[in-house]
């Protein structure tokens, strides 16, 4: 088992910046790729961003490119979302991810956190 907290979510005008973390506790971290996802209300969930368990491999969602950045501390057992320049768009609750696949982009993960809500005002 894998449990992941999501924290950082808050809320911020358009263009500003917000860093959630994902705590993970429990089997191996180093083991897991691990993604963040988001859901918007009325909408699916959806894809955001996904890293690798050994940080070589990066992939984003098209409406984040350029925009949010993930990445991953193995030692502190926590993955990152930078997200800069930030749009109305963009609010959402914030989910983590972690799978034992080579990256996380499908909603079908293995493991979930509770979410962090992120609200961009225009």
């Known amino acids: 088992q894998v449990q992941l907290v999501e924290s950082g979510g808050g809320l911020v005008q358009a263009g500003g910046s917000l860093r959630l973390s994902c705590a993970a506790s429990?089997?191996?971290?180093?083991?897991?790729?691990m993604g963040w996802f988001r859901q918007a209300p009325g909408k699916e969930r959806e894809f955001v961003a996904t890293i690798h368990r050994s940080r070589a491999i990066t992939y984003y969602a098209d409406s984040v490119k350029g925009r949010f950045t993930i990445s991953r501390d193995n030692a502190k057992n926590t993955v990152y979302l930078q997200m800069n320049s930030l749009k109305p768009e963009d609010t959402a609750v914030y989910y983590c991810?972690?799978?034992?696949?080579?990256?996380?982009?499908?909603?079908?993960?293995?493991?979930w956190g509770q979410g962090t809500q992120v609200t961009v005002s225009s």
């Open positions: 429990g089997r191996s971290f180093s083991n897991y790729a």
């Open positions: 991810a972690a799978d034992d696949a080579v990256v996380v982009t499908s909603t079908k993960a293995e493991y």
